[in-house]
């Protein structure tokens, strides 16, 4: 069993989905990626939220085992994100974000936290993802993730990101804007040229499923079929930590394993999109999955 | 091995992708069809063709053993469409139909035709397709396909096309439209609600694969990984054609087998979209695709 350490956002957020809407709930990447980690694996959290960030979010991580000295509460508002989905569920439009409180974030890691096996680095600026690339001792493995906007902004820090990293996850959409090619399969050949180093790369299909390769091996994963997605807020988050989740109970970095760890990853984020928020995390339990596994495998076998 | 009966169209193309520009190459449902299917099984062809209908098509088909009485030749000119696809290949604008010969055409099944075991129902008018539904003699299978025009202009005949059938084919953006619902996995639910005599559900996804239901079992086939597309025009048709043909080559209609058939299917497929029109299908041999299947099955395994 590996320790996991993420360095992400802590949010605050308003969702509209056409399943309903929710107002000042609990979010942020290392929030979601936390709460789906913790499930496989210990988890040190480094981020910072506002003195109005829910006790009850923080006592639920507590009862995760999650390691929370590395989360400062600082006085003043916690991030604000504010987001409406269209009826596919696969399109949103930002209404809203107040940086607040992350604005001035600088990610602090306690002493203890720099041997942590596992490095996850959540969505965002590149620039604190190499700051914090550059405190740690040499992690067995480093996965990072980004987004749209840091692809428009600092494309040429994201590829250093990515230079420095083991595994990066990133969706379709986002993979073609930072390739310029026209499909994900070409996309990811693009990556993996100029960052041979790889030991992975991850492409999130939304509702068609992950797409991964290393340049040599390839492996395709079809969603879980959901009939019914409540808010698909997080779920990258949570995909990400169920794959690291169990990576890091695993200890295995192999190609063949990092399939596994997807399929954790899908069953995880599964559980995110049923419900608003992190509601959907708290149903998720490890000894509970046997029959989403099964479902995945008589999903994929011919 | 049971024989195949296609009714379909036969047309002459002008093809614009980002790959190149062809000109009055064949096409039509019937003929991708054909030369797919004819790869698995025996095909008795039922279509229409203008005289400019190019001989050298004509004698591959006859070089495939496709039997060909129920084609056509008449005075006139043959089926014409033109289209353009966009960057993506996902997307395509059509410039140009002209019905020609086949605005008045009845098809003719030769008595010994009415006896195949198989029969497959391209993408044309539903109600030529309830007519030959008439004339045939109880296949043992019945698989039909459809698009988005006649699902806009006559969608109660095509349900009642559905409802005659044992297998369904149709691409996900038409399953939407079909259903109004907003995902295919929901859209595949309510058209086995309505057509519960259905032995399976394929719905073509595009560059994401394949999604089979029976309405108990579910089935999740990736795409074959391809770089390069030159020409996506009768992709569907060439799924189909292989599709079928597996079925009818091994005669196994469960639901496991149906799972097959959609790997060759695709395999098919991928064939097809290798070069224009059906240049693709020429290469196509099934002594040559284990590699393929191969590539598949790692590619779906963890």
Not at 34 to 63: R, W, Y
Not at 88 to 95: G, K
């Amino acid at each position: 069993m590996k320790k996991i350490l993420v360095v992400g956002s802590v949010g605050i957020d308003d969702i509209e989905t056409p399943a309903g809407k929710v107002e000042k709930v609990p979010g942020g990447s290392a929030v979601y990626f936390s709460l789906a980690a913790s499930m496989f694996a210990k988890v040190n959290f480094v981020g910072v939220a506002g003195s109005d960030f829910p006790q009850e979010t923080i006592d639920l991580m507590k009862s995760r085992d999650i390691d929370l000295k590395g989360f400062e509460i600082v006085e003043g508002k916690t991030f604000r994100w504010s987001g409406r989905y269209h009826d596919d569920m696969d399109r949103r439009d930002t209404l809203l974000t107040e940086l607040n409180v992350f604005e001035t974030f600088k990610p602090k890691l306690p002493d203890e936290y720099k041997n942590s096996e596992i490095l996850f680095l959540a969505n965002i600026h590149p620039d604190l993802q190499l700051e914090v690339l550059k405190n740690v001792n040499k992690p067995e493995l480093i996965i990072s993730d980004t987004m749209n906007f840091w692809i428009n902004s600092v494309p040429e820090k994201v590829v250093e990101v990515i230079r420095k990293s083991d595994i990066f996850i990133i969706n379709d959409t986002e993979l073609l804007l930072m390739t310029g090619e026209r499909n994900f399969l070409s996309g990811a050949d693009r990556i993996l040229e100029e960052c041979p180093q790889l030991k992975a790369l991850i492409v999130k299909l939304g509702k068609f499923g992950i797409y991964a390769t290393d340049g040599n091996d390839e492996f395709f994963l079809p969603a879980f079929p959901l009939r019914q997605v409540v808010d698909p807020t997080g779920a990258g988050d949570s995909l990400a930590g169920g794959f690291t989740g169990y990576l890091a109970k695993t200890g295995i970095y192999t190609f063949q394993n990092i399939k596994t760890a997807c399929v954790y990853g899908s069953i995880t984020a599964s559980y995110s999109v049923n419900d608003f928020s992190i509601q959907g995390l708290k149903e998720f339990d490890l000894d509970d999955i046997k029959s989403e596994y099964d479902i995945f495998k008589k999903l994929t076998t011919f």
